[in-house]
């Protein structure tokens, strides 16, 4: 298995754009994560699917975030329009259901940077 | 919320010395402590984890212990190893505070650098 995919791995663009990371879950995975890490806040989760569905999107930091996952396959994480403090590595992660604490799979993670 | 604190933030070792990382979390519904390391320009790999109803769990080289009373949880890793040098995060989840276990509280991250 290819793991969690996710790309681009770095992006590094200007203050205003929009800014799309994508992700592709590993296959047969019902549960998808989105994460942010920067040395302030560490790892937040952002949001989370269950069979493509959103469940909680509590930890997204506000309305110029966004994320849709229109199939079991692919998910993508928008920034529009973008700010230098959007700057940290987003991480996809996936996993399993059939448990109550089954491992998160982690992808590498998309660098962004914001100028 | 749960709120994770992780101790220390930087950790050098000698190789072939014990690694001890500790954490304290707030809420006593929590029930599952995974443990997670990062290695550079990857994301974070579960390498052991332990549930409440559990006081330790060793694999190999490492081992978890739980101490639901104190709510604190550490790491332990024996015979360090050049390979073990990596950044470990701690987190805790609750199940019935949202997400059946999904939500994990991760900690801010223990540096470990060990030496030849």
């Known amino acids: 298995d290819a793991g969690v995919i996710q790309s681009p791995r770095h992006e590094v663009t200007e203050m205003g754009q929009e800014v799309t990371l994508r992700c592709k879950p590993i296959s047969g995975h019902d549960y998808l994560f989105w994460y942010r890490q920067t040395m302030m806040r560490g790892l937040e989760l952002l949001i989370y699917?269950?069979?493509?569905?959103?469940?909680?999107d509590s930890g997204m930091p506000e309305d110029r975030f966004s994320a849709k996952m229109p199939n079991a396959s692919f998910s993508t994480l928008k920034i529009q329009p973008s700010e230098p403090r959007d700057s940290a590595v987003y991480f996809c992660?996936?996993?399993?259901?059939?448990?109550?604490?089954?491992?998160?799979?982690f992808g590498p993670g998309t660098r962004l940077t914001v100028l | 919320g749960e709120n994770v604190e992780q101790h220390p933030s930087t950790l050098s070792v000698q190789e072939g010395d014990s690694a001890v990382i500790k954490c304290t979390y707030s809420d006593s519904a929590s029930n599952y402590f995974p443990w997670y390391k990062q290695e550079l320009g990857k994301g974070p790999q579960l390498i052991i984890d332990?549930?409440?109803?559990?006081g330790e769990k060793k694999d190999q080289r490492i081992a978890v212990t739980l101490n639901k009373t104190a709510k604190h949880f550490s790491l332990h890793i024996t015979e360090t190893q050049p390979e073990d040098s990596a950044v470990y995060f701690c987190a805790a989840t609750d199940p019935l505070g949202g997400g059946g276990g999904n939500k994990l509280t991760f900690g801010t991250g223990t540096q470990l650098k060990v030496e030849l």
């Open positions: 332990i549930r409440s109803n559990v």
């Open positions: 699917f269950n069979n493509n569905v959103p469940i909680d």
């Open positions: 992660a996936s996993r399993p259901s059939g448990g109550s604490y089954n491992e998160q799979f």
